[in-house]
């Protein structure tokens, strides 16, 4: 932690929480400022917290340690030296305080990640998958940094913590957004997002703005309000985006609003279905089927469609909620984007290995998928539009130059029409590999399409307990 005069940023103190870190435990959330009366002294205090699992209370005047917490699962983190067949330690490099902590009268709130690594010596070996980590959010007295409750989620806590009001507010890894009693730690509402959530809600009146990072096929931000009773529709892609041609699929989200698959059934208040429609405008006349005389169109319970083929150019997409029997809802709930749909663009794909792998020294073979370019042995040779071939990189970036040779220092790049390179004889230790799509007189594409992967070779490939 360390303290700056605001007018002229000279250093004040600094206070180091995590001597010879083994285990890359930062001390990464934003500080908060409070007051409390620590051992009967009334006093200004700054709060931090980080990957390490603990939080900790200083003195803003001085620096000095007035209490420390570990919250989450601790073990195996406070070895000073790492044994060479390797440990499982809490928490690991994603685990502890990921998100931002809240204040409230007296109570710091944590959001917490329990999820281990696996470490070596010389490396990180193994990371526990974030869909099996666990989380907690957990409330201490500012004043002693004492346990006041703690929750318990079979997800990690990635959600930050949030208070309005008489609630904290939390979300987990598995899309579950939750509100507590902040004096208590009773839960009082729960709701199930359409996504993974890896980020903290913003509030304004009685609306809650609410981020699902991982929702399918692409994020979204929802809102939710308090009281909100009629149906609604949103749906994705965002009105204004670039989308390359080929399959476009669309997406929705249907609120207040009871998707069933009973297509032509009997009316019921309350459910029905969706109609995607693509270039043509949702009917909406009541007691009238909303199917367009022409364009096309299609009716599902699902919440997400695909449209095949989509050419290049400006296209419309329409999702309309509509009762069992397709007619439209009154008032009619309707969402529409006008999209631009360009040209399919070169793209590289690393098949093998995968980013951020450990592997033992030796030959590596680099493997990847190029689509929408024509790989053709003409090195050399003039160019041509679309067509080409790939350079491979190991630990030299991929000069980018337009009409310049994308050519490095001998040794370190490989020419080939062939979509894998084997590099031999690779020594431990962290190496950069880049694979870059290049044109027949090897000059780098307007704009550059290159990718990299990172991978760890070392001798032992230790797992631990």
Do not use: C
């Not at 995590?18 to 009366?37: G, K, M, R, T």
Request: no cysteine; proline share 7%; glycine share 10%.
């Amino acid at each position: 932690m360390v303290a700056l005069d605001v007018q002229t940023g000279e250093l004040q103190w600094f206070t180091q929480v995590n001597p010879h870190d083994n285990f890359d435990a930062d001390f990464e959330i934003s500080p908060i400022l409070a007051s409390a009366n620590v051992s009967g002294n009334q006093q200004t205090i700054v709060i931090g917290a980080g990957k390490l699992g603990k939080v900790i209370a200083f003195s803003r005047e001085t620096g000095a340690i007035l209490w420390t917490t570990n919250v989450g699962i601790h073990q195996n983190d406070q070895l000073a030296n790492i044994p060479k067949e390797g440990v499982r330690v809490y928490p690991g490099i994603f685990g502890g305080v990921e998100t931002p902590m809240a204040y409230a009268d007296g109570v710091v709130y944590v959001p917490v990640v329990n999820l281990y690594a696996e470490y070596i010596p010389s490396s990180v070996t193994g990371i526990q998958p974030f869909n099996e980590g666990t989380g907690e959010l957990v409330a201490l007295d500012v004043n002693t940094g004492k346990i006041l409750w703690d929750k318990t989620f079979n997800a990690i806590n990635v959600g930050g913590a949030t208070v309005v009001n008489d609630l904290v507010f939390t979300a987990t890894f598995d899309g579950k957004v939750y509100a507590f009693n902040r004096f208590t730690g009773d839960q009082v509402w729960t709701y199930q997002a359409p996504g993974a959530i890896n980020a903290w809600p913003a509030f304004s009146g009685d609306t809650m703005l609410l981020p699902v990072g991982l929702a399918s096929p692409f994020p979204v931000l929802m809102a939710l309000k308090l009281g909100a009773q009629a149906p609604n529709v949103t749906m994705l892609p965002l009105d204004g985006e670039n989308i390359e041609a080929g399959d476009i699929t669309v997406s929705a989200m249907a609120l207040n609003f009871n998707l069933v698959d009973k297509l032509s059934g009997t009316n019921a208040a309350g459910e029905g279905h969706l109609h995607y429609f693509m270039d043509v405008d949702a009917p909406t006349t009541p007691n009238q089927v909303a199917v367009p005389s022409t364009g096309i169109y299609f009716a599902t319970a699902n919440t997400s469609y695909t449209f095949k083929n989509v050419t290049p150019g400006k296209h419309t997409f329409s999702v309309e909620l509509v009762n069992n029997d397709h007619t439209p809802l009154v008032p009619p709930v309707v969402a529409k984007v006008t999209v631009n749909v360009t040209a399919p663009t070169p793209k590289i794909t690393i098949l093998s290995p995968q980013n951020r792998s450990t592997m033992p020294p030796g030959d590596i073979t680099i493997s990847v998928q190029v689509s929408n370019f024509n790989l053709i042995d003409k090195i050399g040779q003039s160019k041509a539009g679309g067509e080409g071939h790939l350079i491979f990189y190991m630990d030299v970036v991929a000069p980018t130059i337009a009409d310049q040779a994308a050519t490095t220092d001998p040794g370190t790049y490989a020419i080939t029409a062939a979509t894998s390179y084997t590099w031999q004889n690779v020594k431990a230790g962290t190496h950069n590999f880049f694979v870059q799509l290049v044109n027949n007189d090897n000059t780098p594409l307007g704009p550059p399409v290159v990718v990299k992967i990172v991978v760890a070779v070392t001798t032992s490939t230790g797992g631990g307990p």
